[in-house]
């Protein structure tokens, strides 16, 4: 079992810059790997960002790669995602959820098993 919870979010001015927290609990945290999504009202939610249970390997959405770094802290049990050049568009409720993959993490959010309860991220124009 493992539970997480994410904080960072707030409202930043667009080309500012966020760094949003996934903390976890449970033992066993550091076999998973995690991901981002975010959801925007009226929208579904999408991939972001993840991140290997090594933390050797990473992968990112087209919308965010070159702005966007995820990393993870195995000992403080943290993944973060560091927002930088922020864009309005990127306005969201972002989520971070953990699964084990056979392979690479996946993109698709049903393919997670565990999720935090959302931080809300503004980009004001």
């Known amino acids: 079992q493992v539970q997480l919870v994410e904080s960072g979010g707030g409202l930043v001015q667009a080309g500012g810059s966020l760094r949003l927290s996934c903390a976890a609990s449970g033992r066993t945290f550091s076999t998973y790997a995690v991901a981002w999504f975010r959801q925007a009202p009226g929208k579904e939610r999408e991939f972001v960002a993840a991140?290997?249970?090594?933390?050797?390997?990473?992968y990112y959405a087209d919308s965010v790669k070159g702005r966007f770094t995820i990393s993870r802290d195995n000992a403080k049990s943290t993944v973060y995602l560091q927002m930088n050049s922020l864009k309005p568009e990127d306005t969201a409720v972002h989520y971070c959820?953990?699964?084990?993959?056979?392979?690479?993490?996946?993109?698709?959010?049903?393919?997670?098993?565990?999720w935090g309860q959302g931080t809300q991220v503004t980009v004001s124009s």
């Open positions: 991140i290997t249970w090594m933390g050797g390997s990473t």
């Open positions: 959820a953990a699964t084990r993959p056979w392979g690479r993490p996946p993109r698709t959010p049903g393919e997670y098993d565990y």
